[in-house]
């Protein structure tokens, strides 16, 4: 069955996963999911991911991260949907929680944290934002 948001499939899998307490996700393959799953893992928001070759798709492994029997990944929300876009600029990229969560901004030097975008003074569509 198709999907016409893959990027909140992406975030529904990983909320569902965490909530059922599952050790791993697998998820259908695409460039943004992967740089997506790496800023998760830089940001310590999971334990590790890799890519499977299927006959018919590429597989993301994902290694949820638990501490204390409670997920590492407490939230996440799209914020750019594809009936809605959402652009902001360097200077006006929010802070999730005070700065304790992350704010994923598509660029034009590929997808950055809200911290790494503001750095660079980059602005871009906010994808999602994750506690």
Do not use: H
């Not at 695409?30 to 310590?44: E, G, P, R, V």
């Amino acid at each position: 069955m198709p999907v016409t948001d893959p990027i909140s499939d992406f975030l529904t899998r990983i909320r569902n996963a965490a909530k059922a307490k599952k050790p791993r996700v697998d998820i259908p393959s695409s460039f943004m999911k992967k740089n997506l799953a790496d800023i998760l893992k830089k940001q310590n928001f999971i334990d590790d991911f890799s890519m499977i070759e299927d006959n018919k798709q590429n597989i993301i492994r994902i290694q949820l991260k638990y501490r204390n029997g409670l997920s590492a990944i407490s939230g996440l929300r799209r914020i750019s949907t594809p009936g809605l876009r959402v652009y902001k600029n360097s200077t006006d990229i929010p802070r999730v929680l005070n700065g304790l969560g992350i704010a994923v901004v598509s660029t034009s030097k590929g997808l950055l944290t809200d911290k790494e975008a503001r750095k660079g003074s980059i602005g871009g569509e906010v994808v999602c934002y994750i506690w």
